[in-house]
C-alpha cells in the first residue's frame, strides 16, 4: 500500500493553470496478509489426549485456522489435554470459528473458561482475540492479547507469550500505532529465538518488515522481508513464502521500481494460485492493479481492482474491500467521473472507519478532499486533506505525510497564494527525496514547475518539467510522460517557440490518446488547434 501520487496538470495557453491533482491510492501499503480461505462445512473437530491424534487435530487446526486469520497467530497449546465439559466448548468454538460465525465461538471459548486453568486460559484468550479481530473489533482483540500474554507470563509458557506478544505487535501495526507494534514484535521475535520455532520467527521477521516500510525506512523493511522469505523457503512455507514475495513487491512498488515489483507481485500470485490460498490472491492482484495504474493502464488496472474486490467480499473481509473501493475511486477519478469517484471514496472511508484501519481512513480522506478539490470547492477539499494531513503525522505513515502536503500545496496554488504552495511542495519533495520514492519526487517536481511557470520563470519551470519527463521515461510511467510532454510543450508556446511546443504538445495527445485520457486529450488537441491557428504570428 503505498500511495501513487499522480500528475494531473492542465495548463491553459492562454487562461490561468488549473492545476495538478493527487489521487492517493487506498491499498498498496503494507498488507497485513491475514488469510481467509472459502467456506467450509461444519466441522466436527476432536480432542482426544491420544498422541497421534492430538498431532493431526493440532495440524489440521492449525491450518485452517491460520489460513483464516493470517498475520496473527494461532496458539491451541494445552487444549488438546482438556476433559468435558471444557472440551465440548472448544471443539463447538472451533467449529464455529471454520464457519465464519466470530460471535457464536467467543459464546464458547467464554463457557469453557468457565472450567479452563492455567495454560488453557492463555490459549482460550489467544482465539477470543482472533475471533474479535477479524471482523474488525481491534480494541477488544488488544484486550484479549493482553490478558493472554499476561497469564502466559504467569505460568511461564513462552510459546503462548511470544504469540500474544506477535499479535498485540499486529494490533498496533493496524491502528497506525508503530514504535508500540516494532516493540511487540521485537519481543515476540526475542522469545521465538530462543524456543526455536522456526515459523513464527519467520512470520514475525515480516511484519516486522511491514512496520519498517510504512516508517519509511525501505531498506530496513527489504532486508526484515528477504531474511523472512528465506528462512520460510527453508522449512518449505509456501504461504509464508507467498507473503513475503507480495511484501517485497510492495518495496519495490514504494520505490518505483515498477517491473521489479510486478515480477514480486506475479510470482506471489502464482504461488498463492496453487495452494489455494485466495486472500493472498486478491492482495497480489490490487497491487498488480496498482502497477498498471501507475504505468497509465487504466483498463487494465481496473480490472484486477475489481477481481480483488470480488474475492474481498467472498471472504468477508472489510478492509481489503475499503482498500479496493479506494482504488476503483482512484481509477474513476482519473477518467474525470467525479461523482462515480466521490461514491467509492466515501464508501471506503466509512469502512475504515468500522475497522479502525486508520492508514486506509486516511488516505480515503484524502482522495475525497481531491474530488472537492477538482469540483473547486477549495475549503472544503482543504479541510479533509488537514485531517489526512494530522492522521498521517500521528501514524508516522510518511509516505501519506509527503502525498498530502502535495494536495494542500496544490489548493493554495489554486487559491493563488503561491509562495504558500511552494512551501508545502517543498516539503513534501524533501520527505520523497528523503524515501527515494520517485512517483512524489515527480509530482512535487512538476508541481513546482508549475509554480515557476505562473510567475514567469520559464527556464526554472522548464527545468523541473524536463526532470520530471526523464524520471518518467526511466519509469515507464506513460501518463506521466504524456503530463510532461504537455508542461513542456506549453512552456515553449508561452516562449513564442511554436513549432518546438507543437512537437512535444503532438508527443502529449498520441500518449494520451493510447491511455484512454479523455480530458486531458481534448486539452492537448485545443492547444494544437490554438498554436496552428496562429502559426505564422510571431514564429520563431
Known sequence: MGILAVIITIIGLIAAIIGMLWFVVG?????????????????????????EIRKEIITDIEKILEKEIGGLKVYLNGLPKVTEPVKGFIEQGLAAMTEYKWDEAIGH????MKEAKGTELVALFNLIGLCHFTPGRLNQALASFEESARLAKEFIDKQGESTALGNIGVIYQTKGELDKALKYSEDALKITKEIENRKD???????????????????????Y???????????????????????IGLIYQTKSELDKALKYHEEALKLNREIGYKEGKAANLGNIGLIYQTKGEMDNALKY???????????????????????????????????????????????????????VEANQLGNIGLIYQTKSELDKALKYHEEALKLNREIGYKEGEAATLGNIGVIYKMKGELD????????????????????????????????????????????????????????????????????IGLVYAE???????????????????QVGAQKESEFAENNIKDLIRTRGKGLE
Open 27 to 51: 491499498i498498496p501499503f503494507p498488507f497485513l496478509w491475514r488469510r481467509v480461505t472459502k467456506k467450509r462445512p461444519k466441522l466436527a473437530l476432536s480432542l482426544e489426549d491420544k498422541d
Open 305 to 359: 481492482f475489481e477481481e480483488a474486490k470480488k474475492l474481498n467480499e467472498e471472504l468477508g473481509r472489510k478492509e481489503g474491500v475499503a482498500k479496493q473501493l479506494g482504488n476503483i475511486g482512484l481509477i474513476y477519478g482519473i477518467k474525470g467521473e467525479l461523482d462515480n469517484a466521490l461514491k467509492y471514496f466515501e464508501e471506503a472511508l466509512k469502512i475504515a472507519r468500522e475497522v479502525g484501519n486508520r492508514e
Open 109 to 112: 471459548f467464554k463457557e469453557a
Open 495 to 513: 516562449e513564442g517557440k511554436k513549432e518546438k511546443a507543437l512537437e512535444y504538445l503532438n508527443q502529449a495527445l498520441a500518449i494520451f490518446k
Open 201 to 223: 520467527e519467520a512470520s514475525i521477521l515480516g511484519n516486522i518488515g511491514l512496520i519498517y516500510h510504512t516508517k519509511g525506512e525501505l531498506d530496513s523493511a527489504l532486508k
Open 420 to 487: 504558500k504552495a511552494l512551501g508545502y511542495f517543498k516539503e513534501g519533495l524533501k520527505i520523497d527525496r528523503e524515501m527515494d520514492r520517485k512517483e512524489g519526487i515527480a509530482a512535487n517536481l512538476g508541481n513546482i514547475g508549475v509554480i515557476y511557470k505562473i510567475k514567469g520563470e520559464l527556464d526554472n519551470a522548464l527545468k523541473n518539467f524536463y526532470e520530471v519527463l526523464k524520471i518518467s521515461e526511466e519509469m515507464g510511467w506513460k501518463w506521466s510522460v504524456a503530463n510532461s510532454y504537455l508542461n
Open 225 to 247: 522481508q528477504e531474511d523472512a522469505l528465506k528462512l520460510d523457503r527453508e522449512i518449505g512455507n509456501k504461504e509464508g513464502v507467498a507473503s513475503h514475495l507480495g511484501n
